[in-house]
């Protein structure tokens, strides 16, 4: 009796459509993957670097269906999302790297010794306490300085946030929001004060990232607020469109005087 090959217990597995436990879901999932690396020739071709931009891809698709609540939308991006983790592994694997077990045990003893106030004696009564040990915790692991883990890939505002939010762990931050504020109008009167190309954008930097600092005592991630802002200018442009496109003229007929009052009447709605 001929040998079946993995792709024709793929597709036999699939015709039969019964109902799997979680092991078995995830083993047929990477099986799937194992076979299109394979058979597919896009996917043969690939490289942990030519997939790491649709890694952020598929991030993004996340963040927006978690923004949407749309539960359909969310099942699917985490799935691709996974898809991508287990590409990756997969890779790591014919390099003779790590596997998934190797993965799962890194992930679990980080787990358990980040939180000593759980599974040890440690004392963290607040969320600030906790942040303090876990940053104390990744120096004892070996890294030269608490900034040594962010990424240099991260887009820059969630990167200031991240160095912030360490450097403020080990207690080196602002006592309260007034000191922010005070730095806001400071940096302002910089900006304001500047006159060549590279004062202003330096200026204007300083300014971004003492906006950023202040986020933080608002309680609010950065990330997430420029792009609920975001979010609702589009929602009201969309609107003035909608007035422009069935006036039956063009853009350029229109005064600022007029835009603007069709971007008061989009607020209005």
Known sequence: ???????????????????????????????????????????????????????????????????QMDETELKKEIGDLFLHLCFQVLLSEERGSFSFADVFEALSHKLISRHPHVFSDTIAETEQDVLNNWETLKLKEGRQSILDGVPNSMSELLRAYRVQKKVAGVGFDWPSDEGVLDKLAEEIGELKSATSKEEKEEEFGDLLFTIVNYSRFLGANPEDSLRKATNKFIERFKKIEVNVQGSGRNWQDYTAQELDGLWKLAKQR
Not at 8 to 25: C, M, S, V, Y
Not at 48 to 60: G, K, M, R
Request: glycine content about 0%.
């Open 1 to 67: 009796m001929p040998e079946i090959t993995a792709i024709e217990q793929l597709k036999a597995d699939i015709a039969a459509n019964k109902e799997r436990t979680l092991q078995e879901q995830f083993e047929r999932v990477l099986n799937l993957v194992k076979v299109l690396r394979q058979q597919c020739p896009w996917d043969r071709k690939q490289t942990p670097q030519s997939l790491a931009h649709l890694l952020l891809e598929e991030s993004y698709e996340l963040v927006h269906a978690i923004d």
